[in-house]
């Protein structure tokens, strides 16, 4: 990949799929009932509270891997963050600066290969991508715990059962 292929992928593709993405996954977070965040549809899923913190959180490592060129362990939340308002707080605080940093990057930079843990090498940009898959995999996990806690599931590509215009013509 060129450093102008890389530079076009994130100011032309990736930067306005992540902006998009990121606040549809705040949305869905904001709609966590927050007194039933230890909700589990299985066993051996993880609950909501451990979805919402997991994509808050690498995200900050999809971000901080690339402007590093090397990923590492994954960041914790401080013990302090128990609910979804204090999770949006953190991520409002964290999110911008980490992808300001990608923003900041030379093509040059943004075209180096990362090693992913020995998996695979791609160009640093491109886990901009891998960043938003990750996030909308777990993201549709966590939409599908929402209503079973009592609360309502946020459009997401648009309306959903919950929003008024998809409830008018039911």
Not at 16 to 42: C, F, M, V
Not at 45 to 58: D, G, K, V, Y
Not at 105 to 119: C, H, N, R, W
Not at 134 to 161: A, D, E, F, N, W
Request: proline residues 8%.
């Amino acid at each position: 990949m060129t450093p102008e292929q890389a530079a076009f992928l994130l100011n032309e593709i990736y930067l306005p799929q992540i902006a998009n993405e990121h606040a549809t996954t705040r949305r869905l977070i904001e709609a966590l009932p927050h007194d039933k965040t230890g909700y589990k549809s299985h066993e051996r899923n993880m609950s909501a509270w451990e979805l919402a913190t997991h994509i808050a959180t690498s995200q900050i490592f999809f971000l901080d891997g690339i402007v590093n060129g090397q990923f590492g362990p994954g960041g914790k939340l401080p013990e302090s963050i128990t609910t979804p308002a204090q999770l949006l707080q953190w991520d409002e605080e964290n999110f911008g600066k980490a992808l300001n940093k990608v923003k900041a990057m030379t093509p040059e930079q943004l075209a180096a290969p990362i090693d992913f843990f020995g998996v695979v090498v791609q160009p640093a940009v491109t886990y901009l991508g891998f960043m938003a898959s990750h996030s909308i995999h777990h993201r549709g996990q966590l939409s599908t715990c929402i209503r079973p806690m009592g609360g309502k599931v946020p459009g997401i590509y648009g309306p959903s059962g919950d929003s008024k215009p998809a409830q008018a013509g039911a």
